[in-house]
Protein backbone atom coordinates (compact mmCIF):
# COMPACT_ATOMS: atom_id res chain seq x y z
CA UNK A 1 0.00 0.00 0.00
CA UNK A 2 1.40 3.32 -0.82
CA UNK A 3 1.74 5.69 1.71
CA UNK A 4 -0.81 8.78 2.65
CA UNK A 5 0.27 11.50 1.08
CA UNK A 6 0.18 9.36 -2.24
CA UNK A 7 -2.86 8.48 -1.38
CA UNK A 8 -4.28 11.65 -1.07
CA UNK A 9 -2.85 12.74 -4.34
CA UNK A 10 -4.19 9.69 -6.37
CA UNK A 11 -7.96 10.43 -4.51
CA UNK A 12 -7.86 14.06 -5.46
CA UNK A 13 -6.60 13.31 -9.00
CA UNK A 14 -9.76 11.16 -9.23
CA UNK A 15 -11.96 13.82 -8.67
CA UNK A 16 -10.61 15.73 -11.85
CA UNK A 17 -12.92 14.03 -14.00
CA UNK A 18 -16.36 15.32 -12.07
CA UNK A 19 -14.52 18.79 -11.65
CA UNK A 20 -14.97 18.94 -15.37
CA UNK A 21 -18.45 17.66 -15.60
CA UNK A 22 -19.31 20.51 -12.60
CA UNK A 23 -17.39 22.64 -14.64
CA UNK A 24 -18.75 22.27 -17.66
CA UNK A 25 -22.40 22.33 -16.30
CA UNK A 26 -22.35 25.16 -14.62
CA UNK A 27 -20.88 27.19 -17.64
CA UNK A 28 -23.58 25.99 -19.69
CA UNK A 29 -26.01 27.30 -17.12
CA UNK A 30 -24.21 30.87 -16.97
CA UNK A 31 -24.54 30.94 -20.97
CA UNK A 32 -27.69 29.62 -21.37
CA UNK A 33 -29.66 30.89 -18.79
CA UNK A 34 -27.65 34.64 -17.47
CA UNK A 35 -26.11 35.45 -21.10
CA UNK A 36 -28.63 34.20 -23.94
CA UNK A 37 -31.53 34.62 -21.90
CA UNK A 38 -31.19 37.93 -20.42
CA UNK A 39 -27.64 40.01 -20.90
CA UNK A 40 -27.06 39.22 -25.20
CA UNK A 41 -30.65 40.24 -26.01
CA UNK A 42 -30.86 37.68 -28.74
CA UNK A 43 -33.71 36.55 -27.88
CA UNK A 44 -36.57 38.50 -29.38
CA UNK A 45 -39.22 38.24 -26.91
CA UNK A 46 -40.18 37.99 -23.19
CA UNK A 47 -42.31 34.84 -23.94
CA UNK A 48 -39.70 33.47 -25.51
CA UNK A 49 -37.57 33.80 -22.65
CA UNK A 50 -40.08 32.70 -20.28
CA UNK A 51 -40.65 29.32 -22.67
CA UNK A 52 -37.16 28.64 -23.48
CA UNK A 53 -36.49 28.87 -19.06
CA UNK A 54 -39.47 26.61 -17.71
CA UNK A 55 -38.50 23.73 -20.01
CA UNK A 56 -34.90 24.39 -19.31
CA UNK A 57 -34.86 24.39 -15.78
CA UNK A 58 -36.72 20.50 -15.24
CA UNK A 59 -33.69 18.92 -17.43
CA UNK A 60 -31.30 20.87 -15.49
CA UNK A 61 -32.98 19.70 -11.69
CA UNK A 62 -33.15 16.08 -12.83
CA UNK A 63 -29.71 15.80 -14.72
CA UNK A 64 -28.13 17.41 -11.76
CA UNK A 65 -30.00 15.17 -9.16
CA UNK A 66 -29.14 12.28 -10.63
CA UNK A 67 -25.70 13.05 -10.87
CA UNK A 68 -24.96 13.60 -7.34
CA UNK A 69 -27.16 10.39 -6.87
CA UNK A 70 -24.36 8.40 -8.70
CA UNK A 71 -21.74 9.98 -7.23
CA UNK A 72 -22.49 10.43 -3.20
CA UNK A 73 -24.49 6.95 -3.14
CA UNK A 74 -22.26 4.40 -0.95
CA UNK A 75 -21.40 1.33 -3.61
CA UNK A 76 -22.73 -1.90 -1.94
CA UNK A 77 -20.03 -3.84 -0.27
CA UNK A 78 -19.47 -7.57 0.50
CA UNK A 79 -21.68 -8.80 4.00
CA UNK A 80 -19.48 -10.27 7.10
CA UNK A 81 -20.96 -13.44 6.29
CA UNK A 82 -19.14 -13.80 3.41
CA UNK A 83 -15.83 -13.15 5.13
CA UNK A 84 -13.55 -16.11 6.54
CA UNK A 85 -12.53 -16.26 9.70
CA UNK A 86 -8.10 -16.22 10.14
CA UNK A 87 -8.69 -19.77 10.94
CA UNK A 88 -10.23 -20.59 8.01
CA UNK A 89 -8.52 -18.41 6.15
CA UNK A 90 -4.86 -20.05 7.24
CA UNK A 91 -6.59 -23.70 6.11
CA UNK A 92 -7.55 -22.41 2.79
CA UNK A 93 -4.21 -21.03 2.20
CA UNK A 94 -2.35 -24.08 3.66
CA UNK A 95 -4.21 -26.62 1.24
CA UNK A 96 -2.71 -28.35 -0.74
CA UNK A 97 -4.43 -28.53 -3.82
CA UNK A 98 -7.79 -26.88 -5.55
CA UNK A 99 -9.61 -29.64 -4.60
CA UNK A 100 -9.40 -29.44 -0.52
CA UNK A 101 -9.95 -25.43 -1.41
CA UNK A 102 -12.81 -26.37 -3.07
CA UNK A 103 -14.38 -28.26 0.14
CA UNK A 104 -13.28 -25.80 2.81
CA UNK A 105 -15.52 -22.97 0.35
CA UNK A 106 -18.70 -25.39 -0.31
CA UNK A 107 -18.01 -26.34 3.55
CA UNK A 108 -18.75 -22.93 4.13
CA UNK A 109 -21.54 -21.74 1.63
CA UNK A 110 -23.09 -24.86 3.13
CA UNK A 111 -22.78 -24.17 6.94
CA UNK A 112 -23.48 -20.50 6.58
CA UNK A 113 -26.51 -20.63 4.18
CA UNK A 114 -24.76 -18.58 2.14
CA UNK A 115 -27.06 -17.34 -1.36
CA UNK A 116 -24.33 -18.33 -4.11
CA UNK A 117 -24.72 -19.99 -7.40
CA UNK A 118 -21.84 -18.48 -9.64
CA UNK A 119 -18.96 -20.51 -9.89
CA UNK A 120 -15.73 -20.48 -11.43
CA UNK A 121 -14.40 -21.78 -14.84
CA UNK A 122 -13.20 -24.91 -12.64
CA UNK A 123 -16.59 -25.11 -11.13
CA UNK A 124 -15.60 -24.04 -7.49
CA UNK A 125 -17.18 -21.53 -5.48
CA UNK A 126 -15.52 -17.47 -5.97
CA UNK A 127 -13.29 -16.65 -3.59
CA UNK A 128 -11.15 -13.50 -3.60
CA UNK A 129 -7.36 -13.72 -2.35
CA UNK A 130 -7.28 -9.86 -1.59
CA UNK A 131 -10.69 -9.24 0.31
CA UNK A 132 -10.55 -12.95 1.86
CA UNK A 133 -14.21 -13.44 0.72
CA UNK A 134 -16.91 -15.73 -0.91
CA UNK A 135 -18.04 -13.80 -3.42
CA UNK A 136 -21.67 -12.91 -3.60
CA UNK A 137 -23.63 -13.53 -6.85
CA UNK A 138 -22.43 -10.45 -9.36
CA UNK A 139 -19.80 -8.98 -7.12
CA UNK A 140 -16.07 -8.41 -8.45
CA UNK A 141 -13.36 -6.96 -6.41
CA UNK A 142 -12.80 -3.29 -7.58
CA UNK A 143 -8.83 -2.09 -7.50
CA UNK A 144 -9.82 1.62 -7.20
CA UNK A 145 -12.43 0.85 -4.09
CA UNK A 146 -10.36 -1.91 -2.73
CA UNK A 147 -12.98 -4.24 -2.10
CA UNK A 148 -15.64 -6.14 -3.48
CA UNK A 149 -18.37 -4.60 -4.70
CA UNK A 150 -22.01 -5.93 -5.35
CA UNK A 151 -23.36 -6.42 -8.96
CA UNK A 152 -20.59 -4.45 -9.72
CA UNK A 153 -20.48 -3.01 -12.88
CA UNK A 154 -17.57 -0.88 -13.77
CA UNK A 155 -15.81 1.99 -11.65
CA UNK A 156 -16.50 5.29 -13.72
CA UNK A 157 -14.21 7.74 -13.38
CA UNK A 158 -17.03 10.77 -14.61
CA UNK A 159 -18.93 9.93 -11.08
CA UNK A 160 -15.51 9.20 -8.91
CA UNK A 161 -17.68 5.89 -8.02
CA UNK A 162 -18.44 2.13 -8.51
CA UNK A 163 -21.70 1.78 -10.50
CA UNK A 164 -22.88 -1.53 -8.83
CA UNK A 165 -26.35 -2.27 -6.95
CA UNK A 166 -27.09 0.49 -5.07
CA UNK A 167 -26.78 3.53 -7.32
CA UNK A 168 -27.02 1.33 -10.81
CA UNK A 169 -30.57 3.53 -11.67
CA UNK A 170 -28.63 6.65 -10.79
CA UNK A 171 -26.58 6.20 -13.62
CA UNK A 172 -28.76 5.21 -16.40
CA UNK A 173 -31.28 7.70 -15.68
CA UNK A 174 -28.33 10.15 -14.90
CA UNK A 175 -27.54 9.37 -18.50
CA UNK A 176 -30.67 9.63 -20.22
CA UNK A 177 -31.21 13.07 -18.50
CA UNK A 178 -27.88 14.30 -19.33
CA UNK A 179 -29.27 13.30 -23.37
CA UNK A 180 -32.05 15.02 -22.59
CA UNK A 181 -30.58 18.28 -21.08
CA UNK A 182 -27.58 18.23 -24.47
CA UNK A 183 -30.43 17.43 -26.91
CA UNK A 184 -32.81 20.18 -25.69
CA UNK A 185 -29.39 22.72 -25.25
CA UNK A 186 -28.97 21.74 -29.16
CA UNK A 187 -32.14 22.30 -30.51
CA UNK A 188 -32.95 25.62 -28.83
CA UNK A 189 -29.54 27.20 -29.37
CA UNK A 190 -29.92 26.18 -32.94
CA UNK A 191 -31.53 29.45 -34.08
CA UNK A 192 -29.11 31.78 -32.78
CA UNK A 193 -26.42 30.12 -33.78
CA UNK A 194 -27.58 30.26 -37.33
CA UNK A 195 -28.20 33.60 -36.39
CA UNK A 196 -24.24 34.14 -35.83
CA UNK A 197 -23.45 31.99 -38.53
CA UNK A 198 -25.13 33.54 -41.29
CA UNK A 199 -23.68 37.48 -39.35
CA UNK A 200 -26.89 38.65 -37.51
CA UNK A 201 -24.73 38.77 -34.60
CA UNK A 202 -21.98 40.81 -34.09
CA UNK A 203 -21.17 40.66 -30.17
CA UNK A 204 -17.70 38.52 -30.00
CA UNK A 205 -18.37 37.38 -26.45
CA UNK A 206 -21.36 36.12 -27.21
CA UNK A 207 -20.52 34.34 -30.26
CA UNK A 208 -18.12 32.42 -28.12
CA UNK A 209 -20.74 31.86 -26.13
CA UNK A 210 -23.14 30.59 -28.21
CA UNK A 211 -20.74 28.61 -30.36
CA UNK A 212 -18.86 26.75 -27.79
CA UNK A 213 -22.76 26.17 -26.34
CA UNK A 214 -23.75 24.33 -29.40
CA UNK A 215 -20.95 22.50 -30.40
CA UNK A 216 -20.47 21.60 -26.67
CA UNK A 217 -23.87 20.29 -26.32
CA UNK A 218 -23.65 17.94 -29.91
CA UNK A 219 -20.26 16.44 -29.06
CA UNK A 220 -21.63 15.05 -25.46
CA UNK A 221 -24.89 14.42 -27.09
CA UNK A 222 -23.12 12.31 -29.56
CA UNK A 223 -21.37 10.30 -27.31
CA UNK A 224 -23.95 9.91 -24.70
CA UNK A 225 -26.45 8.34 -27.15
CA UNK A 226 -23.79 5.12 -28.01
CA UNK A 227 -23.36 5.28 -24.10
CA UNK A 228 -27.11 5.36 -22.75
CA UNK A 229 -28.00 3.00 -25.71
CA UNK A 230 -25.85 0.56 -24.42
CA UNK A 231 -27.52 0.86 -20.86
CA UNK A 232 -30.51 0.32 -21.96
CA UNK A 233 -29.41 -2.79 -23.33
CA UNK A 234 -27.81 -4.60 -20.52
CA UNK A 235 -30.96 -3.15 -18.31
CA UNK A 236 -33.40 -5.20 -20.30
CA UNK A 237 -30.78 -8.06 -20.86
CA UNK A 238 -29.92 -7.96 -16.91
CA UNK A 239 -26.35 -7.74 -17.62
CA UNK A 240 -23.58 -5.65 -16.51
CA UNK A 241 -20.94 -4.15 -18.27
CA UNK A 242 -18.63 -6.96 -16.76
CA UNK A 243 -21.11 -9.85 -17.57
CA UNK A 244 -21.17 -8.45 -21.27
CA UNK A 245 -17.57 -9.44 -21.26
CA UNK A 246 -17.75 -12.43 -19.65
CA UNK A 247 -20.58 -14.60 -19.27
CA UNK A 248 -21.34 -15.78 -15.32
CA UNK A 249 -20.78 -19.49 -14.79
CA UNK A 250 -23.27 -21.77 -13.16
CA UNK A 251 -23.55 -25.07 -12.06
CA UNK A 252 -24.40 -25.77 -15.75
CA UNK A 253 -22.15 -23.61 -17.18
CA UNK A 254 -21.96 -20.79 -18.56
CA UNK A 255 -24.72 -18.65 -19.23
CA UNK A 256 -24.49 -14.63 -20.37
CA UNK A 257 -28.72 -14.61 -20.07
CA UNK A 258 -28.62 -16.41 -16.94
CA UNK A 259 -30.05 -14.01 -15.41
CA UNK A 260 -32.50 -12.51 -17.27
CA UNK A 261 -36.10 -12.72 -16.40
CA UNK A 262 -38.02 -10.95 -19.68
CA UNK A 263 -37.71 -7.20 -20.65
CA UNK A 264 -39.99 -6.07 -18.67
CA UNK A 265 -38.77 -8.35 -15.17
CA UNK A 266 -35.22 -7.08 -16.21
CA UNK A 267 -36.49 -3.22 -16.19
CA UNK A 268 -38.71 -3.86 -12.84
CA UNK A 269 -35.46 -5.65 -10.79
CA UNK A 270 -33.69 -2.08 -11.80
CA UNK A 271 -36.62 0.22 -11.19
CA UNK A 272 -38.89 -1.21 -9.10
CA UNK A 273 -42.32 -1.66 -9.20
CA UNK A 274 -43.61 1.52 -8.66
CA UNK A 275 -44.13 3.02 -11.91
CA UNK A 276 -44.44 6.69 -10.22
CA UNK A 277 -41.02 6.57 -9.03
CA UNK A 278 -39.32 4.58 -12.31
CA UNK A 279 -37.66 7.74 -13.67
CA UNK A 280 -36.59 9.98 -10.45
CA UNK A 281 -33.65 9.93 -8.52
CA UNK A 282 -34.47 7.77 -5.44
CA UNK A 283 -33.70 4.02 -4.75
CA UNK A 284 -36.43 1.49 -5.73
CA UNK A 285 -34.39 -1.62 -7.05
CA UNK A 286 -35.56 -4.53 -6.11
CA UNK A 287 -33.88 -7.12 -4.15
CA UNK A 288 -31.10 -7.28 -1.77
CA UNK A 289 -27.70 -7.31 -4.00
CA UNK A 290 -26.85 -10.57 -2.73
CA UNK A 291 -29.32 -13.06 -4.48
CA UNK A 292 -30.68 -12.37 -7.96
CA UNK A 293 -33.46 -14.85 -9.66
CA UNK A 294 -32.06 -16.47 -12.29
CA UNK A 295 -33.80 -17.60 -16.13
CA UNK A 296 -33.29 -21.25 -14.78
CA UNK A 297 -35.76 -20.34 -11.32
CA UNK A 298 -37.98 -18.40 -13.90
CA UNK A 299 -38.90 -21.25 -15.95
CA UNK A 300 -39.30 -23.94 -13.07
CA UNK A 301 -41.80 -21.34 -11.37
CA UNK A 302 -43.58 -20.73 -14.76
CA UNK A 303 -43.96 -24.81 -15.58
CA UNK A 304 -45.09 -25.00 -11.45
CA UNK A 305 -48.33 -22.67 -12.60
CA UNK A 306 -48.86 -23.83 -15.39
CA UNK A 307 -49.42 -27.85 -14.11
CA UNK A 308 -51.28 -25.93 -11.40
CA UNK A 309 -53.31 -24.27 -13.40
CA UNK A 310 -54.74 -27.11 -16.22
CA UNK A 311 -58.25 -28.15 -15.65
CA UNK A 312 -59.05 -31.75 -14.79
CA UNK A 313 -61.89 -31.66 -16.87
CA UNK A 314 -59.95 -30.62 -20.07
CA UNK A 315 -56.95 -32.16 -19.90
CA UNK A 316 -55.65 -35.08 -21.99
CA UNK A 317 -55.96 -38.60 -20.07
CA UNK A 318 -53.33 -39.78 -18.40
CA UNK A 319 -51.57 -43.78 -19.26
CA UNK A 320 -51.60 -46.34 -16.45
CA UNK A 321 -52.45 -46.98 -13.22
CA UNK A 322 -50.38 -44.86 -10.99
CA UNK A 323 -48.23 -47.88 -9.49
CA UNK A 324 -46.49 -49.28 -12.25
CA UNK A 325 -44.42 -47.21 -15.01
CA UNK A 326 -42.63 -48.39 -17.95
CA UNK A 327 -38.57 -48.24 -17.92
CA UNK A 328 -36.22 -47.90 -20.76
CA UNK A 329 -33.49 -50.78 -21.23
CA UNK A 330 -30.43 -49.84 -19.79
CA UNK A 331 -27.69 -50.02 -21.25
CA UNK A 332 -24.62 -51.16 -19.25
CA UNK A 333 -21.72 -50.01 -21.51
CA UNK A 334 -23.06 -46.50 -22.41
CA UNK A 335 -24.82 -45.73 -19.16
CA UNK A 336 -21.93 -46.22 -16.85
CA UNK A 337 -19.83 -43.44 -17.88
CA UNK A 338 -22.79 -40.94 -18.43
CA UNK A 339 -23.92 -41.96 -14.70
CA UNK A 340 -20.45 -41.15 -13.26
CA UNK A 341 -19.97 -37.97 -15.30
CA UNK A 342 -23.55 -37.09 -14.29
CA UNK A 343 -22.87 -37.04 -10.01
CA UNK A 344 -19.49 -35.33 -11.07
CA UNK A 345 -21.43 -32.35 -12.22
CA UNK A 346 -24.02 -32.55 -9.82
CA UNK A 347 -22.02 -33.30 -6.80
CA UNK A 348 -18.63 -31.40 -7.48
CA UNK A 349 -16.72 -34.23 -6.74
CA UNK A 350 -13.93 -36.95 -8.52
CA UNK A 351 -15.50 -39.39 -11.06
CA UNK A 352 -16.02 -42.94 -9.61
CA UNK A 353 -16.78 -46.46 -10.37
CA UNK A 354 -20.50 -46.63 -10.62
CA UNK A 355 -22.11 -49.78 -8.84
CA UNK A 356 -23.75 -50.72 -12.58
CA UNK A 357 -19.99 -50.39 -13.65
CA UNK A 358 -18.77 -52.78 -10.64
CA UNK A 359 -20.91 -55.47 -10.95
CA UNK A 360 -20.57 -55.80 -14.67
CA UNK A 361 -16.62 -56.35 -13.38
CA UNK A 362 -17.73 -58.73 -10.95
CA UNK A 363 -19.87 -60.20 -13.54
CA UNK A 364 -16.30 -60.69 -15.57
CA UNK A 365 -14.80 -61.89 -13.32
CA UNK A 366 -17.19 -64.78 -12.32
CA UNK A 367 -16.76 -66.05 -15.66
Known amino acids: MPPAPVRWCMALVRWFPVVFITAVVVWSYYAYVIYMCFVSGVVDTVAE ?46 SENEEQQRQILAKLVRDRNLPVQCRTATGAYRYCEKCKCIKPDRAHHCSMCGTCILKMDHHCPWVNNCVSFTNYKFFVIFLGYALLYCLYVTLTVLKYFIRFWTGGFHNDLGRFHILFLFFASVMFSISLISLFGYHVFLTLHNRSTLESFRAPIFRSGPDKNGFSLGKRANFQEIFGDDRKKWFLPVFTSLGDGLSFPTRVDANVASSYNTMSETNPATASPSFGDGVTYPTRTEDID ?32 ER
Open 334 to 365: SDTLLGARQRWAEEGGEEETSPVGASKVHLIN
Open 49 to 94: QVILLLLYHPFFLFFGWSYWQAIYTEPGKTPKQFYLSEQDVARFES
